[in-house]
């Protein structure tokens, strides 16, 4: 009964990077480099917000980060995505700005073809 009682308290478990297939993370990358760019700057070293580099994010952690995608800021710019977003996709973000190591031409839309 215990067990039972302490799994229902449980908070929910986040969602994993793992629920977006090769597509949406592309959609996602392409995203957060035109969308998140636009106000974080395009090599995302800062602008009108504040950096989004591995450096300038360490520290923080995934939930935190996922809920301000999900939810924005209050009295700042940083709009909520939850409307145009799953908390799947918040997460994968999460994740990806977390562990991205260098903004190649892919990401900031400019390669060639």
């Not at 995203?31 to 950096?51: E, I």
Request: proline content about 7%.
């Amino acid at each position: 009964m215990l067990l039972l009682a302490a799994l229902l308290a449980a908070p929910a478990a986040p969602a994993f990077a793992g629920e977006i297939g090769p597509a949406q993370a592309a959609r996602l990358k392409h995203l957060v480099a035109q969308d998140c760019g636009a106000c974080h700057g395009m090599t995302r070293k800062g602008g009108l917000g504040t950096p989004l580099t591995r450096a300038a994010l360490e520290g923080q952690d995934r939930e935190g980060l996922a809920a301000i995608i999900l939810d924005g800021v209050p009295q700042t710019a940083m709009p909520p995505w939850r409307p145009l977003m799953s908390e799947a996709e918040a997460y994968w973000i999460a994740d990806y700005l977390l562990g991205a190591e260098e903004i190649g031409a892919e990401e900031m839309g400019t390669e060639e073809k």
